[in-house]
DNA sequence: TGAATGACAGATTTCAATATCTGTCATTCA
DNA sequence: TGAATGACAGATATTGAAATCTGTCATTCA
C-alpha cells in the first residue's frame, strides 16, 4: 500500500475507507496510517489534527452527495417547478442515505456534529441556491417580490424536517411523502404573486 | 414524609424532584420510595414501572407547558393573528426552557426520547390546535380553502426549526428572531386567499 | 384483607486499573 | 535536505469485577 508518493488525496482516501469500516468511534489515526503502510507520524505531516483529517472527509463527502443539486439549481426550469424540484432532490438525498446505509448516515453524523465549520458553510451553500432560484422566480415574476436571502433561509428552515439529520428517524414513517408535498405547496403558495398569476413564462401543475 | 396516603400523585411529585435534582439518568426508583418514606415495592404498586411513571411525569410536564397554547387556539383573535401568536407562543416556551433551565430542558428531553406514545399524542394535540385555528380562518374567509387537517401538519412540520428540542443548539444564535418571523410571514402569505387580501370578520359563503 | 415490605435474581451501571490513542519531536533514512 | 519514523507524555477509551438497580413475590403488618 506504499507503492506511491504520501499525498493528502491519499490519506483522505483511506480514512474515508477506514472511517467507512470502524465506524467513527473507532477508526484511529494509527489505522489510517496502517492502511497505507506509513507511521501515523507521516499522517500529522499532511493534517494538522486528527479534526482537521476528519473535517476534510466530511467536506468531500457533503460536496459528492450535494452534486446533483448544484445541477438544478444552475439550471433553466422554471422556477417554481424548480424550487420544487431542489427541494425534493435534497430531500431524497438524505432519505436515500439514512434509510439505504444507515450506519454509514449515522457515521457522518457523527462526524458532523463536531463540525459546526464545515456544517456552516455546507448550510451556507444550500441557501446561496435557493436564493439563487428564489431570485430567478422573482424576476420572471413567478413568485412576488421578496428578499431572496432572506426568503431562502425561510424556505430552508421550513423543510428543515425533512433534511435535517436529527429528524432521520422519521423519515421512513408513513404519510412522508404526502406530508413533504404539502408543505412544499404551502411554501410556494406562500411565494405566489399576490394578485393577478397572469405573467408566468411555463405554467406549473 | 409519610404522613399521608401514598397516591399516585404523590409519587408523581416526588418523582419530579426526584428527577429535577438527579437528572434522568441517576434518578432511581429506589430514590422516589426514599423522599416518600416508604419501600421501593410500594412504587411499583401505583406504577406498573419505571418507564410508566417517567412517561406520567413527562405527561404532566407537557400538559403544564403547554396549557397557555390550549387559550390562545380558544380565543377569538382573528384566526391570522391567532396563528402567528400561537407559533410565536410555542416557539418562546421551548425556547425560555431551553435557554433559561437547560439542565431540566436536557432532563425532559432525555425522558421523551424514550416515550414515543406520549411524544406522539403530545404532537397530536398540538396539531389539532393549529388545525382549528386554520379551520377558523378557512371559515372566516381570512385563509384559502385548504384542507385544516393536512395545513396544519405542513405548518407544525414547517415550524419543527424553532421548537424540535433537537434544534434547540439553535435557539440562542444571533438572527433567529428574524428568521422565524420571516418564516411565519411566508407560511401566512401561503394561507391568504389568492385573489383579494382578506380582511373581512365573518362573512363566509 | 388489602396495603406495605424487603429479600432476591437478573439486568444495568460504576469505577479504577489497564490499554490505546493523539500529537510532538529528536533522530534516521534516502 | 526534506520526508518518514517511532518513542514518548498526557489524554482518552476499554474492560471486567463489584455495586446498584429494576421488577417480583412470599411474607408481614394494621
Known amino acids: ?22 465506524g467513527p468511534g ?27 483529517l476528519r473535517d ?3 467536506r468531500g463527502w457533503l460536496e459528492r452527495m ?20 431542489w427541494l425534493a ?4 438525498i438524505k432519505r436515500d442515505k439514512a434509510l439505504g446505509e444507515p450506519e454509514l448516515f449515522t457515521t457522518y453524523g ?7 465549520e464545515v456544517i456552516g458553510e455546507h448550510v451556507e451553500h444550500l441557501r446561496e441556491q435557493i436564493a439563487s432560484i428564489v431570485a430567478a422566480g422573482v424576476a420572471s415574476g413567478d413568485f412576488r417580490k421578496v428578499d431572496a436571502r432572506a426568503t431562502a ?6 423543510t428543515s424536517r425533512f433534511h435535517y439529520p436529527g429528524m432521520a428517524h422519521l423519515w421512513g414513517m408513513p404519510g ?3 406530508a413533504f408535498a404539502q408543505l412544499v405547496d404551502l411554501l410556494l403558495a406562500g411565494l405566489a404573486p399576490t394578485s393577478a398569476p397572469g405573467k408566468r413564462r411555463k405554467p406549473v401543475a
Not at 26 to 50: E, I, M, P
Not at 110 to 116: G, H, P
Open 66 to 85: 450535494m452534486a446533483p443539486l448544484r445541477a438544478i439549481a444552475a439550471s433553466r426550469t422554471a422556477p417554481p417547478a424548480r424550487l420544487r424540484q
Open 153 to 158: 433561509l425561510a424556505i430552508f428552515d421550513a
Open 176 to 178: 412522508e411523502d404526502a
Open 26 to 52: 473507532k477508526a484511529t489515526v494509527v489505522d489510517v496510517a496502517q492502511a497505507l503502510g506509513v507511521s501515523h507520524g507521516s499522517v500529522y505531516r499532511h493534517f494538522a489534527s486528527k479534526a482537521a
Open 1 to 22: 500500500m506504499n507503492d506511491s508518493v504520501l499525498t493528502p488525496e491519499r490519506i483522505l482516501a483511506a480514512a474515508e475507507d477506514v472511517l467507512r469500516r470502524y
Open 110 to 116: 457523527a462526524l458532523a456534529a463536531n463540525a459546526r
Open 89 to 92: 432532490t435534497l430531500r431524497a
Open 56 to 58: 476534510a472527509v466530511l
